[in-house]
């Protein structure tokens, strides 16, 4: 049984054309990696399965309900949190604060939000900055604390939009196992990435997006072999790889 | 221990300050009072949840027309008439509300909005007779406690420092409660905030209502304590601005920082004035607006945060 059902779904902005007719489906469980180009429409992907954005056409399901009309608090509430592809902490709390917004939606008393936020810090590796404010982290830990905030709000699917982007090979492995940590507890994952090595190593399955399309899905290793996609990434010819380059 | 004794001390002072100082520093203890409350009402929204409200004079006129209206007609009590305003312009800011968080205004749009709605409702009451429009509405002075009329200014001085006092302890139960977390986490970031689950919307409505109905109790404070109305002075663009510059200056999004501008800016008006205005006109009015820049350029995040950071830094330093 499909956690997350995605049918259908396309979205254009004036005549760009972002995201076109993409289905897929996400197992309770599972780890998802979604792949392509600069510019595939993957972000936009995400922006309309959290509910930032309606699709033009096309339905997004979770948990056997349409995720029509609502708002991303809602989504998020259901169970079902996104991270940004650019780090958002909020600057002026401290750590410990930050990942306590994310923590009060459904308990009863503010201790119990900072108890969850702790061992939420414990698990990301963040306990030794929790005063810390946020303007003062580094780019590796912004990422954590990213992450940190989505977990608080105890999901089942998680939705990692380039959570490894900018950070040194020993970080992402580092971030790798965190992620596989994560998914030990039982979350089910859909993983935006550009880094490969974090693509191979976490997902069970890739699709790959190119100008809004699904190309290709897949085991990791046969997709990253598939014609199709080493054209998406490389180009037919240069002058088609200078212009996305462009895009 | 230091805190509470200063806190006692300075509680204590101000019990037995009015029956002391000269009438017109009475006045001046007022108007500090008076305005660091309305402060704390715009803090709510502009400095926690991060909102800027350019329009606050229009529930503190609703405030303060509709308990005068009912006293003048109905014979309604202040004391239950301001409940009646607060109400009123706690619906007036949740319309206001809807419409700009509905459709995402934020920044200067918002802005813009809360200003217009201000002056729709200037216009409106410079052409309602019921509120006598240009003229004004004067309140005939019976002194009367529960119809909020008092002799001398020293019942005031306590009103408002009650005042006050309620307005600070709501934002301190606001600020240690889920909704203020929440609301300093929709002024940081609201898309992010969104994300983790949070409701923006209902939380902005909640900000705004809460502090366009302390605004309005406030209005109804000045209606009786000047028992004089005109829509240019009450419900003017001026007097948002009079409302919103305090915390601003003292540090929105503080306990503290509204009572700290207010006293700042009474003190800089007033002693502007004392020295300035017996020269050429209008001197003492630049001066104040120099001052106020200086303080602005200086102290860009207002007066208490720098202040509390530097009290945090200085034990450091010397050990």
Redesign the interface.
Known sequence: MSLLIVNGVSKSFGGLRAVQRVSFDLAEGEILGLIGPNGAGKTTLFHVV?G?LEPDEGSVTYAGESLAGL???DI??RGM????QVA?P????TVL?NV???A??GVAH?REAVEIAREILDLTGLAGKAASM?RSLTLPDRKRLELA??M??RPRVLLLDEVMAGLTPTETGRLIELIRAIHGRGVTVLLIEHVMKAVMALSQRVLVLDYGEVIAAGRPEEVVRDPKVIEAYLGADSADADSRADG | MLRVGLGAAAGAALLVLPFWVPSNWQNLLISTFYYAYLGQAWNILGGYAGQLSLGHAAFFGIGAYTSAVLAIHLGISPWLGMLAGAALAAILSLGIGYLGFRFGLRGFYFVLLTLAAAEICRLVALHLPILGGYTGLFITFRPNPWQFQFRGKIPYYFIALAFLGGSCAIAWLIQRSKLGTYLVAIREDEDASEALGVDTFRYKMIAYAVSAALTALGGTFYAYFQFYLQPNSVLHINHSVDIMIRPIVGGSGTILGPVLGSFLLELLGESSRTYFAAGTAGLNVVIYGLLLIVVVLFLPRGVYPTLAHWMRRRPRDSA
């Open positions: 959290s930032f708002r991303p608090h998020c509430r949190v996104r991270t940004f958002r909020f600057l002026n709390l604060e306590i917004v994310g009060l939606e503010r946020g905030r989505a608080a709000t």
